[in-house]
T-cell receptor, first 110, second 116 residues
Framework: DAKTTQPPSMDCAEGRAANLPCNHSTISGNEYVYWYRQIHSQGPQYIIHGLKNNETNEMASLIITEDRKSSTLILPHATLRDTAVYYCIGSGGATNKLIFGTGTLLAVQP | SAVISQKPSRDICQRGTSLTIQCQVDSQVTMMFWYRQQPGQSLTLIATANQGSEATYESGFVIDKFPISRPNLTFSTLTVSNMSPEDSSIYLC?????????????FGSGTQLSVL
């Protein structure tokens, strides 16, 4: 499983886009990049994942660099309810295990 | 997605006792996992619960302390044995759904355990 590095915390103004970076320079060719978030002691919530191509769903967009060594999660219009810890995880292949790193605490400010 | 129910949602236990946490899923799943989240920390994978065979434990976790059962494809239990205050954590059950590029991990709401 790839080791990921994220900033410990970020602020974002309500209504603005939140761009959360993640470095995963050791990711292997068959490992996906997953993003989860955890809102105050609830179970983590799946957001999005991708392999090589950029992905978009109703929650967010995922931009993966061409060399796959980093990615950015974009919340296009952050709300106060998006305040949470966001985890970037590199995993896949045969193990199917997701190993969580320390994550980024995103604080959306009114 | 799946509906993942954990019981109990929280408990306060005495040192030296054991607690069994149940995880029920509303559909059959192959891969089930147990995580621990200590106060203020990220999630740590305890083990993979294998149906019909012994669980696969991660480094630092042993069967005697965290016995796991997986009698069928919709149910698993995690027991926290001989508890000490250091075992105070949130314990989370999770399941992997989908195959290949559609694989996603879904979590239960967790069991908040406090050991006195």
């Amino acid at each position: 499983d790839a080791k990921t590095t994220q900033p410990p915390s970020m602020d974002c103004a309500e209504g603005r886009a939140a761009n959360l970076p993640c470095n995963h320079s050791t990711i292997s060719g068959n490992e996906y990049v997953y993003w989860y978030r955890q809102i105050h002691s609830q179970g983590p919530q799946y957001i999005i994942h991708g392999l090589k191509n950029n992905e978009t769903n109703e929650m967010a967009s995922l931009i993966i660099t061409e060399d796959r060594k980093s990615s950015t999660l974009i919340l296009p219009h952050a709300t106060l309810r998006d305040t949470a810890v966001y985890y970037c995880i590199g995993s896949g292949g045969a193990t199917n295990k997701l190993i969580f790193g320390t994550g980024t605490l995103l604080a959306v400010q009114p | 997605s799946a509906v993942i129910s954990q019981k109990p949602s929280r408990d306060i236990c005495q040192r030296g006792t054991s607690l069994t946490i149940q995880c029920q899923v509303d559909s059959q799943v192959t891969m089930m996992f147990w995580y621990r989240q200590q106060p203020g920390q990220s999630l740590t994978l305890i083990a993979t619960a294998n149906q019909g065979s012994e669980a696969t434990y991660e480094s630092g976790f042993v069967i005697d302390k965290f016995p796991i059962s997986r009698p069928n494809l919709t149910f698993s239990t995690l027991t926290v044995s001989n508890m000490s205050p250091e075992d105070s954590s949130i314990y989370l059950c999770s399941v992997m759904l989908g195959t290949g590029p559609n694989e996603k991990l879904f979590f239960g709401s967790g069991t908040q355990l406090s050991v006195l």
